[in-house]
């Protein structure tokens, strides 16, 4: 067996022969000794950078969806932001001059983080060639990735979609997680500490 099993039939034993004893039913709880075996830590999937790269430069339409898709995912990539927190983006948190992004993080844990210069262009030209012809006349939204569709803020579930379907799209099983530890798996092979990477 698996150590994940073998742990899950010991939490049963010693769930069980606790209550013997706590009941009276035993005096003595025989699985009290019980070893846990030691957990293999597995690493999470991680993409290489040629096929990051691959799939970023797959996305070379100059359609709508492709400018905001490619924006969306060279962000990703760039930051190593969470879902969540590319959702919550508004057009005032990123500055491309300073090529920096005021990112709110879980827990109000907000910070700034630098852009890549790949992801300031596509920036760029995704907020004048994409985000206003898709706005329509909600011109008042200030979500910086939003739905053709509705016009309004895309959701983390919209992003994950859009991830997920371009990554499809080149042959890749790749979720705006695995994006993330790719670039921190990434920035740690090319010589950033943890520490840089953490800060």
């Known amino acids: 067996l698996s150590p994940v099993s073998i742990d899950v039939y010991l939490r049963?034993?010693?769930?069980?022969?606790?209550?013997?004893?706590?009941?009276?039913?035993?005096?003595?709880?025989?699985?009290?000794?019980?070893a846990v075996p030691t957990m293999e830590k597995k690493l999470g999937l991680v993409v290489?950078?040629?096929?990051?790269?691959?799939?970023?430069?797959?996305?070379?339409?100059?359609?709508?969806?492709?400018l905001r898709d490619r924006a969306i995912l060279e962000f990703a990539y760039g930051t190593g932001a969470r879902v969540e927190e590319m959702s919550r983006l508004d057009l005032e948190s990123v500055n491309l001059g300073t090529r920096l992004v005021h990112i709110q993080g879980k827990g109000s844990r907000d910070r700034m983080?630098?852009?890549?210069?790949?992801?300031?262009?596509?920036?760029?030209?995704?907020?004048?060639?994409?985000?206003?012809?898709?706005?329509?006349?909600?011109?008042?939204?200030?979500?910086?990735?939003?739905?053709?569709?509705s016009t309004g803020r895309l959701g983390p579930e919209s992003i994950s979609r859009i991830v997920k379907?371009?990554?499809?799209?080149?042959?890749?099983?790749?979720?705006?997680?695995?994006i993330r530890r790719s670039i921190i798996t990434h920035m740690?092979?090319?010589?950033?500490?943890?520490?840089?990477?953490?800060?």
């Open 12 to 34: 049963a034993a010693r769930g069980l022969f606790r209550w013997l004893t706590q009941t009276g039913q035993m005096f003595l709880d025989p699985a009290k000794d019980l």
């Open 48 to 66: 290489s950078e040629k096929d990051m790269l691959r799939l970023l430069d797959g996305i070379a339409g100059t359609d709508l969806f492709s």
């Open 113 to 149: 983080v630098p852009l890549t210069g790949t992801a300031c262009s596509a920036l760029r030209v995704y907020l004048e060639k994409g985000r206003r012809w898709m706005l329509g006349k909600n011109t008042k939204e200030r979500a910086l990735f939003i739905s053709f569709t």
């Open 165 to 178: 379907a371009r990554a499809a799209s080149a042959g890749l099983n790749v979720t705006p997680h695995v």
């Open 188 to 199: 740690v092979c090319r010589g950033a500490s943890l520490a840089q990477v953490k800060a």
